[in-house]
């Protein structure tokens, strides 16, 4: 059964980081790509970034590129989300999800973990 945990969330202050953790288990270790997605409240969820399997590739959203970065070290069970510089506007509900291969939807996705970023 493919289980996805995040972990690393809080209440921090403007211009802090974060770093974010999604482990997997249950089969997802050769997926083709793990990536992470938001949802502020009264908003759609949007894409963050993601990196392919054995951690290349990493792409982000416009908004993530200069202050975010997202690693996957080793290849390993865990892809980590760093988040520097962080703004209010980034407040939200982190979810990582997982792609199996190129050719599908984003299929497995974990509970989420939450951001507060206070101004």
């Known amino acids: 059964q493919v289980r996805l945990v995040e972990s690393g969330g809080g209440l921090v202050q403007a211009g802090d980081s974060l770093r974010l953790s999604c482990t997997e288990s249950?089969?997802?270790?050769?997926?083709?790509?793990t990536g992470w997605f938001r949802q502020a409240p009264g908003k759609e969820r949007e894409f963050v970034a993601s990196?392919?399997?054995?951690?290349?590739?990493?792409t982000y959203s416009d908004s993530a590129r200069d202050r975010f970065a997202i690693s996957r070290p080793n290849a390993g069970m865990s892809v980590y989300l760093q988040m520097n510089s962080l703004k209010p506007e980034d407040t939200a509900v982190y979810s990582c999800?997982?792609?199996?291969?190129?050719?599908?939807?984003?299929?497995?996705w974990g509970q989420g973990t939450q951001v507060t970023v206070s101004s």
């Open positions: 999800a997982v792609k199996p291969s190129p050719f599908d939807i984003w299929k497995y």
């Open positions: 249950g089969g997802t270790f050769n997926a083709y790509a």
């Open positions: 990196v392919e399997r054995r951690g290349g590739n990493p």
